[in-house]
């Protein structure tokens, strides 16, 4: 099957494996950190990584040398998808088996599965026997917070106990405080007044007093009633994007030879469902225009590595540039929610001038 395949259709199946395991990692990472946060993995992501690992197992097959059955490569293939076949049928013991003698033979995602498998495992058991299982991290808080109260009730207890000792100890308090009471709540006598008459009349005013008029107060105008009346709007907040991540490498005009290309990012505080996404790689050809694209990709690691079949795939479909930036995604790269970097490029296979 692997011989039918052209050269140009071959190369488009194993960049798309490589797309699929870049998926499945992503996925893979997603799961341990639902697994260390919250202890429950949704349905729906864990039918999202079986759907990956089912079409990576199509290409594969699609790939793979029918006379070859005796390499490491074919032995970690074929006991990978026999584990897999266990682990639908409910029999986790025989496929954690399976998925060792396949990580022995370093497949790529026998370890994220034993891990998986272990999970599911004791969760099973769990609901059988009702048990409740509290994350680590809850079970750490919760500990604290008992800690500190019984810390606090004690600190509580021992001043009681020394503002007794002390006022036990002093007999003069008592009497102190009733001298102090008694100066405070004496009755106060009131003060004489005396009135002082003269014996000379006071004289009364002769002259009529004259009525003054008395100015109306100005009547207001419409724009004063109206800006009056008119309450004044709030301002409504706006959220913050996210800065754009800061790029360690490549640098900006790297001109492709061969290998592997490595972004790196500069470590950021994420949230667990935070992502360093490549959410930009588009291809243009020598008249500058757009005729390729990849996917996003994403990493909660500041590091995304994008194997070399992605750029000889761009490379054979004659693409010269390659413009890629970087923002962070909140679940997946489809969800970003920062600023996004500043466009970079990649000479294919030397640089380019725009």
Not at 174 to 181: E, K, L, M, N, P
Not at 215 to 224: D, H, K, N, Y
Not at 281 to 287: E, F, H, K, V
């Amino acid at each position: 099957m692997a011989a039918e395949l052209s050269r140009e259709m071959r190369l488009r199946k194993q960049a798309e494996l490589q797309s699929l395991q870049t998926t499945l990692t992503s996925l893979r990472e997603r799961e341990a950190s639902y697994i260390e946060a919250s202890a429950n993995i949704p349905i729906l992501f864990s039918q999202q990584i079986d759907d990956v690992r089912h079409q990576i197992a199509e290409i594969e097959n699609l790939l793979a040398d029918e006379d070859d059955t005796v390499s490491s490569a074919a032995i970690a293939r074929q006991a990978y998808a026999d584990a897999f076949s266990a682990e639908r049928a409910g029999d986790f013991s025989k496929a954690a088996k399976l998925y060792k003698r396949a990580a022995r033979y370093s497949h790529p995602d026998a370890s994220q599965a034993i891990r998986s498998i272990r999970y599911r495992e004791k969760t099973q058991k769990n609901r059988l026997t009702g048990k409740i299982v509290l994350p680590s991290s809850q079970t750490r808080s919760t500990g604290r917070l008992f800690i500190w109260v019984a810390a606090v009730i004690i600190l509580i207890l021992i001043l009681v106990f020394v503002v007794n000792g002390i006022l036990g100890s002093n007999p003069q308090t008592a009497s102190v405080t009733a001298q102090v009471t008694a100066t405070a709540t004496a009755t106060l006598t009131p003060a004489l007044v005396q009135l002082i008459v003269p014996d000379t009349p006071t004289p009364q005013p002769t002259a009529t007093a004259t009525a003054t008029a008395t100015p109306a107060p100005p009547t207001p105008t419409a724009t004063e009633i109206t800006s009056a009346a008119a309450p004044t709007a709030t301002p409504t907040a706006v959220p913050t994007p996210m800065p754009a991540p800061r790029i360690i490498g490549p640098s900006d005009g790297l001109v492709w030879n061969d290998g592997a290309i490595v972004f790196e990012f500069e470590r950021q505080n994420l949230d667990f469902d935070q992502l360093y996404c490549l959410n930009t790689l588009r291809g243009y050809d020598s008249t500058g225009t757009e005729n390729w694209s990849y996917q996003p990709v994403g990493s909660q690691k500041p590091v995304i590595v994008l194997d070399a079949n992605v750029f000889r795939v761009a490379k054979v479909q004659g693409m010269k540039c390659i413009k890629w930036s970087a923002a962070i995604g909140k679940g997946t790269c489809q969800n970003i929610i920062g600023q996004s970097t500043v466009e970079r490029i990649i000479g294919l296979p030397r640089p380019c001038d725009f």
